[in-house]
Each structure stands twice: as structure tokens, then as C-alpha cells.
């Protein structure tokens, strides 16, 4: 089955260590469109404030594009809500 054919969601680990390594746009080429959280917004505009990270401007461009959509809990069903919860949150 292509990527395209498929939903993908991201968290702030993968969209972060694109961005800063500056191979963004082959994300962007690999998969039609992704999704993300609010909350994992709000940790990429917590790190544009250290001008350590200025690369990550391109997540917040790429949600102005339309090309990472964002999804906030409030809009998830409670199955989604469900799923969430059981996923692990470290590898440890």
C-alpha cells in the first residue's frame, strides 16, 4: 500500500530532528500530509524562543501551508482518546 494511502501523525521528536537537520522538505515529499497535536505545537513555539532551534520555523510553516494538520484533544473521539492513552510514552 502507497504512503499516500495511509494517515500519519507525528510527534515532536520526528518533526523536530527533520527540521533540524534540515531535511524537512523530504518529509514533506514522502508523505502527502500529516497530523499532529496542539500541545506538540505549543512545544515547537517553546523552543523557537532559544534561537538555538530557528530551524524549527518550518514546522510552524508547514502548518500554515496546510500540509501538517493539527488536531486539538478537545476535537479527538473518545475511542482516539482511547488509543492515545495506551500508547507507551518511553521506551524504557
Known sequence: MPLSDKKW???NSVL????RSGHWEFLE??????WTTGFII??????LKNPKY???KVVLEAV?????????????TEEERATI????????
Open 9 to 11: 501523525a507525528a510527534d
Open 16 to 19: 523536530s530532528r527533520f527540521a
Open 29 to 34: 515529499r514522502l508523505l502527502p500530509s500529516v
Open 42 to 47: 505549543a512545544e515547537v513555539k517553546e523552543g
Open 54 to 56: 530557528a530551524s524549527l
Open 64 to 76: 500554515q501551508k496546510g500540509w501538517l494538520k493539527v488536531i486539538e484533544n478537545k476535537d479527538l
Open 85 to 92: 492513552a495506551k500508547v507507551p510514552t518511553s521506551l524504557g
